[in-house]
Each structure stands twice: as structure tokens, then as C-alpha cells.
């Protein structure tokens, strides 16, 4: 996933500060309202550092007006501490990953003493945070945290289902995990490869809401590798139109998440 892919597996990855912002305008023109942000170094590395984050953050800023929700979850292996700064920017949002999970070959690690403290300290600086969910047990936990840190927040979830060892992206997956949320809950879902439209559409019959992005999706059809974010972005919309549902422009995403 996002953090983990490169610009020779993916040209259309954006990587300076200007290519991010001239994406998240892209995204923001095709329908998009959030913006989940990884930033790369000048080799097109993942990085955690602040610096980069702030960079990225204030390009987009001045190109867009999309709510950025950084990562926390950064790539594989990435130290705690490089994970927990960036919140020192004080985004609007970022992702808190509830859980370990197997992630290909590999173990994305989120002990609970890490899951604290990055909870804790978004909630001391006034960062939404997105509940990102890889399993089912991932739900559990975040309630439980919600409840024994007295958190006091809109409740967003996001499904990323397909990842090799972790939830399928199957509809009834979708269907569980949305029955187990929180009456004043909202929810997106994110279909790892090629399921993405098809979880796309279940999610936007449902009553959800749907991210997408190159972090997510390589193909969009038989080895045709995605363009951009925004060709991705716009796909979604496509659905989204046909089923009747309205896109919400970025304020009115913040007004849905008390932001
Ligand atoms: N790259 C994954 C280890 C997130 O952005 O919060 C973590 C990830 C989740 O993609
Ligand atoms: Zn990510």
C-alpha cells in the first residue's frame, strides 16, 4: 500500500510538495473532499519527517481546500516516534490504525501502548481521527478506547478491505463491519486492488462514503495502471452520480465530521 509504493511501480505517484498540491486540486476538482496524505524524500523514499509532512501540508493548503489527513501509519516498520510527530502540525485529521495486521508478507504492528499515545495526543491537539479498520477486532478497540479515554468526538471509520492476510473485499464484509459501528457513526470503505469499484459501489448504496487513491489501486483495468488520483477519484464520482448520491465538497465533509 501507499506508503510502500514507488514511482517506478506507479509514474503517477505524486511526490514534491508542488505534485501534491497540483493532485489534491485534481482530486478536489473530480470530487474528492479528503485528502490522505504520505510524503516521500527526495529519492521518492517514504519518510515520517515533520518537515516533509509541513512542506506537503502547506502546499496543499494553498492549492485546495481538501481537509488533509495525515498518516500515522507511514510505512512497515517505521519507528513510533517517527509515526507519533508529524501531529505536531496539528492536521484536521489522521488515520489511527486500531490493530496489528498481517500486510502481505509482512505485520503492520500496532501494540495498544502505540495506539494510546497516538490517540492521546490527537485528542490533546484537537486532530479528528480516522479509525482505520483492516479487521473486525480493529471496531472493538476503537470503542473501547473511545469509552476509557473519555474521548468526545465524531466517529469516523474507514473499511480497507483486501489487504493479502487481512479482510477480503467482499460486500458482506463491508455489511458486518458497518453493523457493528456506533448508531452516529460515519464510514468510507477502501477496496484494496482490483475490488475497489465494486466496494466503491456497495459502499456508496449503503450509505457510506468511499476513499480511493494510487496508495490503494495500481490497475484500473487489465494491465492498464492508473493514471492519477484524481482518474481514480473520478471513477468513484461516476458511481456515486449513478446511484443518486451527491458529492460533498470539502466543507461540507468538515460540517458531517464536526470538523
Ligand atoms: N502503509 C501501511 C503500513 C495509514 O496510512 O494510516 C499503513 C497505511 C495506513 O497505509
Ligand atoms: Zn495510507
Known amino acids: 500500500m501507499g506508503a510502500e509504493l514507488t514511482v517506478e511501480d506507479q509514474p503517477g505517484l505524486p511526490v514534491t510538495p508542488e505534485a501534491l498540491a497540483r493532485d489534491a486540486r485534481e482530486c478536489q476538482d473530480a470530487g474528492a473532499s479528503i485528502y490522505h496524505l504520505h510524503v516521500r524524500n527526495g529519492r521518492g523514499e517514504?519518510?515520517?519527517?515533520?518537515?516533509?509532512?509541513?512542506?506537503?501540508?502547506?502546499?496543499?493548503?494553498?492549492?485546495?481546500?481538501?481537509?488533509?489527513?495525515?498518516?500515522?501509519?507511514?510505512?512497515?516498520?517505521?519507528?513510533?516516534?517517527a509515526r507519533i510527530a508529524p501531529l505536531e502540525l496539528r492536521p484536521e485529521m489522521a488515520t489511527l490504525t486500531t490493530g496489528s495486521v498481517n500486510f502481505g508478507s509482512d505485520v503492520f504492528l500496532n501494540p495498544r501502548p502505540l495506539i494510546e499515545r497516538l490517540y492521546t495526543r490527537m485528542l490533546e491537539l484537537d486532530?479528528?481521527?480516522?479509525?482505520?479498520?483492516?479487521?473486525?477486532?480493529?471496531?472493538?478497540?476503537?470503542?473501547?478506547l473511545y469509552e476509557e479515554l473519555g474521548a468526545d468526538h465524531h466517529r469516523h471509520y474507514d473499511f480497507v478491505l483486501g489487504v493479502p492476510g487481512a479482510?477480503?473485499?467482499?460486500?458482506?464484509?463491508?455489511?458486518?463491519l458497518r453493523s457493528q459501528l456506533p448508531d452516529d457513526a460515519t464510514w468510507s470503505a477502501t477496496g484494496i486492488g482490483r475490488a475497489f469499484l465494486d466496494v466503491a459501489a456497495h459502499a456508496i448504496e449503503?450509505?457510506?462514503?468511499?476513499?480511493?487513491?494510487?496508495?490503494?489501486v495500481r490497475y484500473v483495468g487489465p494491465g492498464e495502471i492508473a493514471s492519477s488520483n484524481a482518474e481514480l477519484v473520478a471513477r468513484v464520482a461516476d458511481i456515486a452520480r449513478t446511484r443518486g448520491r451527491g458529492l460533498a465538497r470539502p466543507d461540507e465533509a468538515r460540517a458531517m465530521l464536526g470538523l
Open 206 to 216: 449503503n450509505g457510506g462514503h468511499v476513499r480511493t487513491g494510487l496508495e490503494d
Open 46 to 81: 517514504p519518510t515520517m519527517s515533520i518537515e516533509a509532512f509541513a512542506a506537503a501540508r502547506d502546499a496543499i493548503a494553498a492549492s485546495s481546500d481538501v481537509v488533509v489527513q495525515f498518516t500515522t501509519g507511514g510505512a512497515v516498520g517505521d519507528a513510533d516516534e
Open 127 to 144: 486532530i479528528l481521527p480516522e479509525y482505520e479498520i483492516f479487521e473486525v477486532g480493529m471496531v472493538t478497540a476503537a470503542s473501547t
Open 167 to 176: 479482510m477480503p473485499a467482499g460486500r458482506d464484509a463491508i455489511d458486518f
